[in-house]
């Protein structure tokens, strides 16, 4: 896997959030919802399972302003 933003980084909605490599193809993973990037549960290079939470983002509409 290869991420495109750091923790703590802001991500617009459907903006490529990670790459997720499989034996035969890559694959870019969209960003479902906009606001920050909290949490990312796994490393680059690290195996993940299919379904898995990959990332945690607080969405942009509970931010205080």
Do not use: Q
Not at 4 to 26: F, P
Not at 40 to 60: F, N, Q, S
Request: charged letters at 35%.
């Amino acid at each position: 896997s290869c991420w495109h933003y750091k923790e703590n980084d802001r991500v617009k909605k459907e903006s490529d959030l990670l790459e997720v490599s499989a034996d035969k193809a890559a694959i870019s993973i969209p960003s479902p919802v906009a606001g920050i990037l909290k949490v990312r549960k796994y490393r680059e290079g690290e195996k993940a399972l299919i379904g898995c939470v990959a990332a945690i983002i607080e969405e942009k509409e509970t931010l205080e302003i």
